[in-house]
């Protein structure tokens, strides 16, 4: 939600329209402002707190112009993740760099907000990853046929769909892999998965029938919602709890299985591993 | 095969996580693809990097395996890879080959795979043509020549897109002719070959360069192959062989000729 609102205020404050706050004594603006969302809507901070240095639980929303920000986002992670979460990096690592990668992608060039949050009562990780950009239609519609929003937001969380060329794994620089491990990694994990663009919202149920992950989020309990206000880009956001770095392993392991089911190769293909 | 090798330490441009793509995407075009393009050997030195992620790993060498097919993967040596990075590279490599791109395009020119030849030996081709007169069927050409009828029917093949033998009615053409009547490793008989190889379609078509100072490399011919014929990798790179092996045939001749032109 954080990263949402930063990117709405980021669009209209750069379409000159000016965005005043009101109710700021409602509880929850302190950690909004912690959060660094006043600095994206261009309003002044309401109340007066004190910043706290935010490695232990959270990184505040960070704007994503380009690979450069990426990487320096990525960067400040690594010690916050490692000094305090150890546990989370690895996965919290995977999904925000696979996210932030993802969303930048498919924004058409307009910027990206990020931000994670580690809740200690429920022991998770959430984060969210949001732009006003281009969104998954218009996106996807360079690679693949999609019929509208809803379907647009379907294929997304398939595997391999999402490259930026026509025809699945195309690209060379997109694998497409983003989203459906992101979702793998909620499913593994028992956390909701969402995302949102346009008109249609997609979000994976905590509970699913099997361990099995889906190729096909057809095949997940899900919800899918149509005829939202449309939202001009996209969003999304996971909690992830997982539990070991060997747990991620196992995870990853399986996300890959059901990635490459229907891509084993016939024969044995010889890979140089030394 | 030009075995020329080097080393990308991934650490030094990463870190222990492997994720930026900017970082991939370099390496893929400054190290990556010329190395497979040259036919030379490249290892990826995955120490101390504890993850990385399937998009980084896509752009590294996503390119080079959908362009260089298996063979690509062969001149590529992953080096020190924990259980995580083994999974995505194989994982990858899978799906790339999947999607390979060596497909012909609406222009490409598709020709038969019986135009690309598979005997190795200009020589032998040779004594299959003499053999001819007096056999009447491949049986007693083998009896004769003592090679098997899978090789005779090589030879015949390669006689065939050679101009050799008349494509109808399987008798010899007046080069088929010509080239029986030459002395064995005369200049006559180098030339024949030359201009047979010269005037076939598998050299117009897909090895224009075969008889160059700079050869084209096995995988170069191979791709081609495949590009044209629809065959499968390791059938082309056996085909691009046979190529290859003629020219060194007539190459042998042409540097001894070189030679006695200095003397």
């Not at chain 1, 329209?17 to 002044?44: E, H, P, Q, W």
Request: proline share 3%.
């Amino acid at each position: 939600m954080l990263s949402m609102l930063a990117a709405w205020g980021d669009y209209w404050v750069r379409q000159g329209v000016k965005i005043n706050c009101k109710n700021t004594d409602a509880k929850g603006v302190d950690y909004v402002a912690r959060m660094g969302l006043f600095k994206y809507i261009s309003a002044t901070n309401p109340r007066e707190i004190t910043e706290h240095e935010p490695s232990g639980s959270f990184v505040p929303i960070t704007k994503l112009v380009n690979s450069s920000d990426r990487a320096k986002f990525m960067a400040n992670l690594m010690p916050i993740l490692n000094k305090n979460h150890s546990r989370y990096s690895d996965a919290v690592k995977y999904s925000l760099s696979e996210l932030t990668n993802n969303v930048m992608e498919h924004a058409g060039g307009a910027p990206a907000f990020a931000c994670a949050q580690y809740y200690k009562q429920s022991d998770k990780v959430s984060i969210g990853v949001a732009d006003c950009g281009i969104g998954l239609y218009t996106s996807l519609s360079n690679t693949i046929s999609v019929v509208d929003d809803c379907d647009s937001v379907m294929q997304s969380v398939k595997p391999g769909i999402s490259g930026a060329v026509k025809s699945v794994y195309s690209s060379s620089d997109n694998a497409g892999a983003g989203l459906f491990y992101n979702k793998c990694i909620a499913h593994a994990s028992r956390q909701y998965f969402a995302i949102i663009s346009g008109s249609a919202a997609f979000r994976l149920r905590r509970k699913q029938n099997s361990i099995d992950f889906n190729a096909s989020p057809v095949n997940d309990r899900h919800d899918v919602y149509q005829n939202l206000p449309n939202w001009k880009g996209t969003v999304v956001g996971l909690d992830i709890k997982v539990a070991s770095g060997r747990e991620f392993n196992n995870l990853s392991k399986r996300v890959l299985e059901t990635y490459t089911r229907q891509y084993r190769p016939k024969k044995k293909v010889n890979i140089n591993f030394e | 095969m030009n075995n020329t090798s080097s080393t990308v330490i991934m650490y030094d441009l990463t870190g222990s996580f492997a994720e930026n793509k900017d970082t991939a995407r370099q390496v893929r075009y400054k190290d990556i693809l010329p190395h497979l393009e040259n036919n030379n050997n490249i290892c990826i030195d995955f120490s101390s990097v504890d993850l990385t992620t399937q998009s980084f790993i896509h752009a590294l060498i996503s390119e080079g395996v959908r362009k260089y097919g298996e063979f690509g993967v062969s001149l590529i040596t992953f080096k020190s890879c924990n259980t995580l990075v083994k999974s995505i590279i194989r994982t990858v490599i899978y799906y790339s080959l999947e999607y390979s791109t060596i497909e012909p395009s609406s222009d490409t020119v598709i020709i038969s795979t019986e135009d690309i030849p598979q005997a190795n030996s200009l020589d032998t081709i040779k004594i299959v043509l003499r053999s001819l007169q007096g056999s009447k069927n491949i049986e007693q050409l083998s009896n004769k020549t003592g090679y098997s009828k899978r090789h005779i029917g090589y030879r015949l093949s390669s006689a065939r897109i050679l101009g050799y033998l008349d494509p109808i009615n399987g008798e010899l053409t007046n080069t088929g002719i010509e080239l029986v009547n030459t002395e064995v490793g005369s200049e006559d008989e180098r030339k024949l070959f030359i201009n047979a190889i010269e005037d076939s379609k598998v050299y117009q078509l897909i090895a224009p360069d075969l008889l160059e100072d700079k050869s084209p490399s096995q995988h170069t011919l191979a791709k081609r192959i495949m590009l044209h014929t629809g065959m499968s990798e390791s059938t082309a790179v056996r085909r691009a062989n046979t190529l290859l092996s003629w020219r060194r045939q007539i190459g042998d001749s042409q540097m001894i000729l070189r030679l006695f032109d200095l003397i």
